[in-house]
């Protein structure tokens, strides 16, 4: 895998390292299709526990902007290919019949977060610095809605969905984004212990028990997917989307800025 370093320990906990440290292991085509083949591994390899960490100075930056702004020349088929790429690598972290504990640090804005949102648990170093930034760029945060709405619930969610506000760890904690925050020399510590009960389980029970969670959650099926990767279309054709992109490239202000 070019994007992803696994790491597997004698108790069948594996690591997924996100490993574009040099671009904040944003999000591009090659990392979601890493992370879905993930996926598929850790789901029949004899994996408990999954940990999603990340190398370099940030957890997830969120989606590549030169990948989202191939979009803009894309066919519509295209871009809803591009769609179900994204929304695939979610929901297969979100199905996984596993416990995913997230470790993050230093950024997490955008499809981090959604990361996070398919993340059973995830633990947070202080210091860290979030928020669903799309519609600073004329995007809107469509394909993560439906696992941010389920984690979150859409009175917290609201709060911070539409607006690209940054937040730290705390208020994280405080929307249900986040489960736990810590000191950053602790993290590791902190995701030990949230490991280690899982070792004492069951794993056919603990995947059944993750199951029937999903089951009694909002459901997130086709549909509901479809609906979040058209917004999205939508939104990459838009004027606002296109001068949005351009203005961060150009390290200006979009216009509508003040």
């Not at 996100?18 to 850790?42: G, I």
Request: hydrophobic content about 45%; aromatic content about 6%.
């Amino acid at each position: 895998m070019q994007t992803l370093e696994l790491v597997r320990d004698g108790r069948g906990v594996t690591t997924a390292w996100l490993n574009r440290p040099e671009k904040h292991n944003a999000l591009n085509a090659q990392m979601m299709d890493d992370l879905r083949a993930m996926c598929e591994e850790v789901s029949s390899d004899g994996t408990r526990v999954l940990v999603i960490a990340a190398r370099g100075k940030s957890f997830c930056a969120g989606g590549d902007l030169t990948w989202m702004r191939a979009q803009f020349d894309a066919s519509s088929e295209e871009r809803a290919r591009e769609g179900w790429r994204l929304a695939g690598m979610l929901r297969a972290i979100n199905d996984l019949p596993v416990p995913v504990i997230g470790r993050l640090h230093g950024n997490a804005f955008g499809g981090g977060c959604g990361i996070a949102s398919v993340c059973d648990v995830a633990v947070a170093a202080d210091g860290i610095k979030m928020g669903f930034t799309e519609t600073k760029l004329g995007l809107i945060p469509a394909t993560i809605g439906p696992y941010v709405m389920a984690r979150m619930g859409p009175h917290k969610a609201r709060r911070v969905f539409m607006s690209s506000r940054v937040f730290d760890a705390a208020e994280a904690v405080d929307l249900n984004l986040v489960s736990r925050m810590v000191d950053a020399e602790d993290l590791d510590a902190a995701v030990e212990r949230e490991v280690a009960p899982y070792l004492t389980c069951a794993p056919g029970a603990v995947a059944d028990g993750k199951a029937l969670a999903r089951a009694l959650s909002p459901k997130i099926d086709d549909a509901v997917i479809e609906q979040t990767i058209a917004a999205l279309a939508a939104r990459w054709e838009s004027t606002e989307a296109q001068e949005g992109i351009a203005a961060f490239f150009d390290k200006r202000p979009p216009p509508w800025a003040v």
